[in-house]
């Protein structure tokens, strides 16, 4: 195989998995390779995977198959991400084309995993864990778009019994405070005007500041917000266990931080929660909601959850749906339990016909669409900031997202990157129409 001139990164899964697609593809652009706008013209193709679900980690096997072209031909193929550091050797093994396999830890490798490939001498296979390494051997960040992602925590400890991420990302660890207000420093000198900081539990970051003090997520949003050029941040995924009184602080107190929050919950039953390991009670969540409330009475709030866990009776059910109408959600993400190797809840009895959880899950979604529908509807006729993001289909027409995450369509000549005050005309169950209001000096 000869070395690859063009590379192309497709991620799948969570937001952290498209920061280090960012990553990936800046370290191959640094070692000269041309980003391919589609995989099938790409010498390279790196499929940053994700193991979250069956359905999720079995999509990396016909997307390979796909990767085949008609002359008989393939690309050089890489599997990162999740499914790499769960399903490691046993990859290649299943799907003989793979030629490189590279945890989500070890893709700093890639460049040398890759030419070892190139020069014909065999596959590469990487999962090690060293912690942090891959963040100082990567190049300097560069902002791509006015609003950009910037992880600084990885891992979990908590090990719900569902769930893979704390097999799949290592243990929990917070990268240190200069190295995360280097890279939104550098973001901001690159034109992004909003920072969202990621990490598995992204409330649990600690570290020192420059003085040498303790610091949760609260101080190092404080320090990111008085950066010049940043006027927005936010912070994803939030555990509720780890929602302490300064980030709820931070919430009344830090113009920048936006009023949005993610905090899963999983289910409303406490027997379920107990059986999740999730160390929280459907009470004990709804007194944090009513804390951040209180902060900001208008902060938008989304969730996770998941229908169908092991033994989980109707009534059990009902009880997450009354969990959902006493909070009353602007968004959500449900999905149907999905038994994942080597997690206790894989082994648990009771599992769930499907049919009843296509059945809940439909209930479920119904009940939040009418929420998030009921929100969208109750912000039109506000005046509020937009921040643009990205072009219309239409000419002239311009994406930006409001204070709540939500999509607002608007037409304007002002750049990308700009914030303007919108009126907020009307709304569809997944963004908003707009109309200039005045322009804001930005
Ligand atoms: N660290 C984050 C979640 C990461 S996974 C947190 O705790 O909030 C994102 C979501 O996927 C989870 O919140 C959960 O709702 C869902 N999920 C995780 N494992 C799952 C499984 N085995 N089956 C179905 N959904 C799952
Ligand atoms: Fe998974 Fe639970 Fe950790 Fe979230 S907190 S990543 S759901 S183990
Ligand atoms: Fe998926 Fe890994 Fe993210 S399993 S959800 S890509 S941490």
Redesign the pocket.
């Known amino acids: 195989m000869s070395k690859p001139r063009t590379f192309h990164v497709k991620s799948f899964g969570c937001q952290m998995n498209v920061y280090d697609g960012q990553r990936m593809a800046e370290l191959m652009k640094a070692e000269g390779l041309a980003p391919a706008a589609d995989a099938g013209e790409a010498d390279l193709v790196i499929l940053n995977t994700c193991h979250i679900r069956e359905r999720a980690a079995e999509k990396v096997y016909s997307e390979i198959g796909r990767l085949r072209r008609e002359d008989g031909s393939r690309p050089l193929i890489a599997v990162a991400g999740c499914v790499a550091q769960a399903e490691g050797a046993e990859i290649p093994r299943r799907a003989p084309s793979v030629d490189v396999v590279v945890g989500p830890q070890a893709y700093h490798h890639l460049p040398a995993m890759v030419a070892k490939v190139a020069a014909g001498r065999g596959r590469a296979v990487n999962t090690e864990m060293p912690i942090l390494s891959k963040f100082d051997a990567l190049p300097q960040r560069r902002a791509g778009s006015p609003s950009a992602f910037l992880t600084v925590q990885e891992g979990?400890?908590?090990?719900?019994t569902?769930?893979?991420?704390?097999y799949t990302?290592g243990a929990e660890v917070s990268r240190p405070w200069d190295a995360v207000l280097d890279e939104a420093r550098a973001l901001a000198d690159g034109g992004a005007r909003e920072v969202t900081l990621l990490g598995?539990?992204v409330n649990a970051w600690t570290g020192e500041d420059e003085r040498g003090r303790l610091q949760g997520l609260a101080g190092l949003i404080r320090a990111i917000a008085a950066l010049p050029g940043i006027a927005r941040i936010r912070y994803t995924?939030s555990?509720p266990n780890d929602m302490g009184d300064g980030l709820i602080a931070a919430h009344a107190e830090v113009p920048e931080l936006m009023p949005y929050l993610h905090l899963?919950v999983?289910s409303g039953s406490d027997r379920v929660l107990r059986a999740?390991?999730?160390s929280h009670t459907a009470e004990s969540y709804l007194r944090i909601v009513e804390r951040v409330r209180a902060a900001r009475p208008d902060i938008a709030l989304s969730g996770?959850f998941i229908v169908g866990f092991p033994g989980e009776t109707e009534a059990e059910f009902g009880e997450t749906l009354g969990l959902i109408r006493a909070v009353n959600y602007a968004g959500a993400y449900s999905f149907k339990y999905s038994p994942r190797p080597g997690t206790p809840a894989a082994a648990m009895e009771d599992q769930i016909p499907q049919a009843m959880m296509d059945e809940r899950l439909r209930r479920l979604q119904a009940l939040l669409t009418e929420q998030s529908t009921a929100f969208n509807a109750a912000s039109v006729g506000r005046r509020t900031a937009v921040l643009l993001e990205r072009n219309g289909r239409r000419p002239g027409q311009r994406i930006g997202k409001s204070p709540w995450l939500q999509s607002v369509h608007v037409d304007t000549d002002a750049p990308l990157g700009s914030l303007i005050e919108v009126d907020l005309l009307s709304a569809g169950p997944n963004s908003l129409a707009g109309a200039l209001g005045q322009r804001r000096a930005a």
């Open positions: 979990c400890d908590k090990f719900c569902y769930c893979v991420v704390p990302r598995q539990n995924t555990h899963p999983q999740m390991n999730r996770d």
